[in-house]
Structures are given as C-alpha cells and as structure tokens.
C-alpha cells in the first residue's frame, strides 16, 4: 500500500486527474490554446490549405464582436450572475446608429446608442442590486423592454437612406493589408482595459469578492449594490461596442442582429474558465474561447452541411463543451 502511495506521489503531477482538474481550473488558457491548436489543424486537414494569414485574420475577425459579448457575461459571471439582456442591446446600438446616420450624423448615433445601453444597464444594475431580483429573470425581462422598444424606434424612425455607417463597415469588415483586422484598433485597447481593471484594480477585486462570498463582503462592508450597478452599466456599454462591431461585419443593421449571439457569449465564457457560481475566471480565456467557437463554426461551414444542420452541430458542440469543462472543473 506504502509502495502504491509512493509511487503515486512520485508520478508528475500533470500524469494525474486531479493535476489535470487542477491546471484546466487555475490556467485554463493552456489547455485552451491546445484545443485551438487542434482545431487549427482539423480545419486542415478537412480542407487541406484552408490555413493561411488570410484564414487567421478572418477567424480573428469574426471573434472579435463575440469575444467583447463574452465580456459581459465574463464580468458578470464573476459576481455569480449573468447578463441575457446583451443581445438586445448589441442589435439596438447597431440599429440605432444606422436610423440616425443621415440625420442628425455619426456621432449623435454613437452617443444616442451608448446613453440608452447605458440607461439599460442602470436599470438592470437597481433591479439586480437593490430589489435582488436573480440577474437571469432581470436581464431576460429587460432584453424583451429592449427589443420592444427597438421595434417601436424601427416604426417610427425607419428612413430610406438609413444603413450601416460607412465607418462601421470599414471597422468591423476591413482588413489590413487583407490579414490583420481593423477592428483590432478597438478591441486591443479595450482587451487590456477589461483585463487590467480586473487584475489590477480595487473594483476587480470586489467583483470576485461579491462572487465568491457575498455575505463575507457584505460584512466586510462592501456596498454590493453600488458595486452592481456600475457592472451592469458597463456590461451594457460593452454589448453596445459589439453591436457596432457586428453591424459592421455583416453590413447589417437590425433589432434582431445579435441575438444568434447569446448562447455563445454565454459559452466562450464558460469554456474560457469563468465559473457561473461566480468569484473565479478572467477575460484572457474568454478571447481563445471566443477564438475556439469562431473556428467550429468554420469548420462546420467547410462540411458543407446545410445551415440548419450547422446550427444544430453547432448548438450542440456548444453545449457540450461548456457541460464538460464544467463538470472537469467541479469535481473535487
């Protein structure tokens, strides 16, 4: 029995379970780089030199929008809660800013857009905050507020010149000598910004705190509510980011834009390491999960399958995933 436990204990740590357990739970973004190596090389293999800077940049393109959705349910998800409402609130910043382009300009869009995901996100934040309603009934509620709402603007506001922004197209489809994405230019800063906030900032750490224990941080006098408040604003500014962004890529500008979204913000930041009982994650491996869907969803379009049967694969895929690496990550 000695010779059994010994030799156990001399086994490399990562030749076990539990060292697997452990690094998938403390450095998920090795594992996941693995992962998207291999995907990387499935792509091709399926469609042998399919992999090119071309490819890269496209893939890089396309997880872009959803990796800053990923974002808000990352942040969100630290505090144990979630954010249904982003969405919503992506289409209708996309759309807003193409109804009021020929008017009013570029720049009063913007401003319009990011007032009312801001406007949301208060909302939110005193609905989850003060009158602790659960964050999944909250943001669903609010992203039906918001689509309706977007629905009355599209009757009333609708012209015949209105469309996506020129600047926006240039933004979220342009690329830079065909293999770097421009849209890099926003989501670089904005990358490092969430990342440094979390890591290095007073409000980061109260949003592990608040997941972790709420009632330690509560006593501890954390004013949680405030704290939500400003969370939900944020998160709400970032899906208005993305809804720019997407509206960019697909030259498309519609209340219903982001909507195919939300399952797999939901599951890059899960399959990014971020737990939804909240106080554990980070925003680095949400972008690889981020990077992982975008490339499933190019290797299910290289099958050929029809775009019902993709969407079913790849609904599938989604769930499994994100079911998989939470049970690993839940074991003791």
Do not use: K
Not at 23 to 35: F, K, N, T
Not at 199 to 228: C, E, H, K, M
């Amino acid at each position: 029995m000695s010779e059994v436990a010994t030799s156990t204990r001399s086994r490399p740590r990562l030749l076990t379970a539990g060292g697997w357990r452990s690094l998938i739970r403390e450095r998920p973004i090795v594992p996941l780089l693995g992962l998207l190596a291999l995907l990387v090389v499935l792509s091709e293999l399926i469609r042998p030199g399919i992999v090119s800077p071309n490819w890269a940049g496209v893939m890089v393109r396309a997880a872009i929008p959803l990796a800053i959705l990923a974002g808000c349910q990352t942040i969100t998800m630290l505090t144990a809660g979630i954010d249904l409402s982003v969405g919503a609130v992506a289409s209708m910043s996309g759309f807003v800013v193409a109804t009021l382009v020929g008017g009013p300009g570029l720049g009063v869009g913007i401003a319009v857009a990011f007032g009312v995901a801001a406007i949301v996100g208060f909302v939110t934040g005193i609905g989850v905050g003060i009158f602790r309603v659960h964050p999944l009934i909250m943001t669903l509620g609010m992203s039906l507020v918001v689509l309706g709402l977007a629905n009355v603007w599209q009757i009333e506001m609708v012209q015949t010149g209105a469309g996506v922004p020129d600047a926006f197209r240039q933004l979220g489809a342009g690329m830079f000598f065909g293999v770097v994405p421009r849209s890099l230019l926003v989501f670089v800063p904005l990358a490092i910004l969430i990342i440094l906030v979390l890591n290095r900032t007073g409000f980061g750490r109260l949003l592990y705190a608040i997941g972790d224990n709420p009632v330690a941080s509560r006593l501890s006098g954390v004013r949680s509510w405030q704290v939500l408040i400003v969370l939900y604003v944020i998160s709400a500014v970032l899906a208005g980011v993305a809804g720019f962004l997407y509206s960019g890529l697909t030259n498309v500008a519609s209340v219903t834009l982001a909507d195919s979204a939300l399952l797999p913000s939901v599951a890059a930041a899960v399959i990014g390491g971020t737990s939804i009982l909240g106080g554990r994650g980070g925003f680095g491996g949400t972008i690889v999960g981020a990077l992982i869907l975008a490339v499933i969803s190019s290797i299910l379009s290289s099958l050929g399958y029809p775009e019902a049967v993709r969407q079913i694969l790849y609904g599938a895929i989604i769930v499994f995933v994100a079911a998989a690496y939470t049970r690993i990550t839940s074991e003791a």
